[in-house]
């Protein structure tokens, strides 16, 4: 299990290095979507008929390339069409579904023990999502954004409709929208490139304590589930309490993003999962039970994090480059989760010292969490000068405003 393991995070680290190619602002998320959902189908059916164990890997890592633009451009949306005071809901329903997922597989792969098979029973659905992509909404936001207010408008009436807004195509106009999204599509008059998000100092120091929450959060995580190996257990039933347990994570997590905030919420979280890193520690492997129950607890508990660390990262970035960003700050994830397994080569000095190690990243990156400035209920950032204001009472009236009297959300 470990070498298989290895092997994965290595190859997650080779996703994400192509995840900015892949959810790219210019293309936008509906056609990158319905690229990757093709990609995704053919590559897994094929997987079943591989006639050699490279093909295999080959096929593995296309899809795993597919699954990271799906996830990315699929949070964006459910972001970016939501307003504030339901933009975690959304996040976290969305997490609700990868745990029913993640139980759906522990249970067919307990009753269908034949790989081949197994892998078409997942593959073949994604063709119909595929399908389900045609009506599929792009964002409307960032189609206004990005200079296409008629498209942007279309998908507005849409969704005003669907809302129950009845009279939409008489008030909703290109002079509407242009007048009242008037600031923001001045400031959008220039597209950022790459460099922006490092240039302007604001969004750089974002884009650096996100990267390293990420990457820590994701070494702690990795961390804990290497630890799974040293478990004498049904490798099914794990993988199904793992889904089980990501279920209340998940709820815990939006409880807590709603009371006390994204910032003390992964705080929370990521000091709770140090501790149990830490209580692994003492633990003697011979309680065997013990530590079953502090690594799955603790499975649970970077479940919810990563939930609170996903919802405030797309609330932090600005909708011009939020994508890019994504792909960046998800490239350091990933470098994290490759990470982990390679620490462990330092029992050989220290046996305790890669849990030690693991245990610390997860605290600091709680601890990192507090220099983000707090966006709950606050408006999502349009452009990089929306970051640079200090004073951010005017716009998030006016723009809150704007997308509720719109959509009628």
Same mark, same amino acid.
């Given at each position: 299990?470990?070498?298989?393991?290895?092997?994965?995070?290595?190859?997650?680290?080779?996703?994400? +290095?192509?995840?900015?190619?892949?959810?790219?602002?210019?293309?936008?998320?509906?056609?990158?979507?319905?690229?990757?959902?093709? =990609?995704?189908?053919?590559?897994?059916?094929?997987?079943?008929?591989?006639?050699?164990?490279?093909?295999?890997?080959?096929?593995?890592?296309?899809?795993?390339?597919?699954?990271?633009?799906?996830?990315?451009?699929?949070?964006?949306? $459910?972001?970016?069409?939501?307003?504030?005071?339901?933009?975690?809901?959304?996040?976290?329903?969305?997490?609700?579904?990868?745990?029913?997922?993640?139980?759906?597989?522990?249970?067919?792969?307990?009753?269908?023990?034949?790989?081949?098979?197994? =892998?078409?029973?997942?593959?073949?659905?994604?063709?119909?999502?595929?399908?389900?992509?045609?009506?599929?909404?792009?964002? &409307?936001?960032?189609?206004?954004?990005?200079?296409?207010?008629?498209?942007?408008?279309?998908?507005?009436?849409? &969704?005003?409709?669907?809302?129950?807004?009845?009279?939409?195509?008489?008030?909703?106009?290109?002079?509407?929208?242009? *007048?009242?999204?008037?600031?923001?599509?001045?400031?959008?008059?220039?597209?950022?490139?790459?460099?922006?998000?490092?240039?302007?100092?604001?969004?750089?120091?974002?884009?650096?304590?996100?990267?390293?929450?990420?990457?820590?959060?994701?070494?702690?995580?990795?961390?804990?589930?290497?630890?799974?190996?040293?478990?004498?257990?049904?490798?099914?039933?794990?993988?199904?309490?793992?889904?089980?347990?990501?279920?209340?994570?998940?709820?815990?997590?939006?409880?807590?993003?709603?009371?006390?905030?994204?910032?003390?919420?992964?705080?929370?979280?990521?000091?709770?999962?140090?501790? *149990?890193?830490?209580?692994?520690?003492?633990?003697?492997?011979?309680?065997?039970?013990?530590?079953?129950?502090?690594?799955?607890?603790?499975?649970?508990?970077?479940?919810?994090?990563?939930?609170?660390?996903?919802?405030?990262?797309?609330?932090?970035?600005?909708?011009?480059?939020?994508?890019?960003?994504?792909?960046?700050?998800?490239?350091?994830?990933?470098?994290?989760?490759?990470?982990?397994?390679?620490?462990?080569?330092?029992?050989?000095?220290?046996?305790?010292?890669?849990?030690?190690?693991?245990?610390?990243? &997860? $605290?600091?990156?709680?601890?990192?969490?507090?220099?983000?400035?707090?966006?709950?209920?606050?408006?999502?950032?349009?452009?990089?000068?929306?970051?640079?204001?200090?004073?951010?009472?005017?716009?998030?009236?006016? =723009?809150?405003?704007?997308?509720? +009297?719109?959509? =009628?959300?």
């Amino acid at each position: 299990m470990g070498n298989g393991y290895t092997k994965n995070t290595s190859n997650n680290k080779c996703w994400h +290095k192509f995840e900015e190619k892949l959810t790219s602002y210019t293309a936008g998320g509906n056609a990158i979507m319905a690229y990757c959902f093709l =990609q995704l189908a053919i590559v897994e059916t094929g997987a079943a008929f591989s006639p050699t164990f490279l093909v295999y890997c080959l096929l593995r890592f296309l899809a795993g390339l597919s699954t990271t633009a799906i996830m990315t451009n699929s949070t964006i949306l $459910i972001i970016e069409w939501t307003k504030p005071k339901f933009q975690v809901m959304g996040v976290t329903l969305s997490r609700f579904a990868s745990g029913f997922g993640q139980i759906l597989l522990g249970g067919l792969a307990f009753v269908i023990r034949d790989w081949c098979t197994l =892998q078409l029973v997942f593959s073949i659905p994604v063709f119909f999502l595929l399908v389900l992509t045609r009506w599929l909404s792009e964002s &409307a936001r960032w189609l206004i954004i990005t200079n296409k207010p008629q498209k942007g408008l279309k998908e507005l009436r849409r &969704a005003a409709h669907m809302n129950g807004m009845k009279n939409s195509g008489v008030t909703l106009t290109v002079e509407f929208v242009t *007048s009242t999204m008037k600031e923001e599509l001045e400031a959008a008059q220039t597209k950022p490139s790459l460099a922006a998000l490092f240039r302007n100092p604001h969004l750089r120091k974002r884009m650096f304590l996100l990267c390293f929450v990420r990457f820590s959060t994701w070494m702690s995580t990795f961390g804990l589930i290497l630890h799974l190996q040293y478990l004498e257990m049904n490798i099914f039933l794990l993988h199904g309490l793992l889904g089980v347990l990501s279920l209340p994570a998940n709820y815990v997590a939006l409880f807590a993003m709603n009371w006390l905030g994204r910032r003390k919420g992964q705080l929370l979280f990521m000091s709770l999962v140090g501790i *149990s890193i830490f209580a692994i520690i003492f633990v003697p492997q011979e309680m065997q039970t013990l530590r079953m129950v502090l690594t799955v607890l603790g499975g649970g508990l970077p479940c919810a994090a990563a939930t609170t660390s996903l919802c405030h990262a797309n609330e932090l970035l600005p909708t011009v480059i939020r994508a890019t960003a994504l792909g960046i700050i998800g490239i350091a994830g990933s470098i994290g989760g490759a990470l982990a397994p390679l620490l462990m080569t330092l029992t050989t000095y220290s046996e305790p010292l890669p849990w030690i190690i693991y245990g610390v990243f &997860a $605290i600091l990156s709680g601890l990192v969490v507090l220099l983000l400035p707090e966006t709950r209920n606050e408006p999502l950032p349009d452009s990089i000068q929306d970051i640079e204001k200090e004073d951010k009472g005017s716009r998030q009236a006016k =723009q809150e405003d704007t997308f509720i +009297k719109v959509t =009628q959300f």
